[in-house]
């Protein structure tokens, strides 16, 4: 499993932008496919944004499609969730998650311990 930490969560206002980061802590990050899950208080997590190994090919939830936009850099081993035109219905606890090594489809198994995004209205 991949070691991942997550940072640049905190509170900003509706309308506000914000970016994450994931970095992880391993030599051969462009094996991983990455992606990025929230979970808000009271509901189950779900699926944000996710990144093919090479970055050629993003998916997201419809809710966030046109407002986040997932990248990764491969020679900083990191993964970046910019959000743009947050809503509170965005606030939530973000994790960075990442599949086994060369595999582009299938479960996550390596989670990061989260970072909280509050946006307030």
């Known amino acids: 499993q991949v070691q991942l930490v997550e940072s640049g969560g905190g509170l900003v206002q509706t309308g506000g932008s914000l970016r994450l980061s994931c970095a992880a802590s391993v030599p051969t990050f462009s094996s991983y496919a990455m992606a990025w899950f929230r979970q808000a208080p009271g509901k189950e997590r779900e699926f944000v944004a996710e990144?093919?190994?090479?970055?050629?090919?993003?998916d997201y939830a419809d809710s966030v499609k046109g407002r986040f936009t997932i990248s990764r850099d491969n020679a900083k081993n990191t993964v970046y969730l910019q959000m743009n035109s947050l809503k509170p219905e965005d606030t939530a606890v973000y994790y960075c998650a990442a599949r086994p090594p060369y595999t582009d489809y299938g479960p996550w198994d390596s989670w990061g311990q989260g970072t909280q995004v509050t946006v307030s209205s």
């Open positions: 990144i093919t190994r090479g970055g050629g090919i993003t």
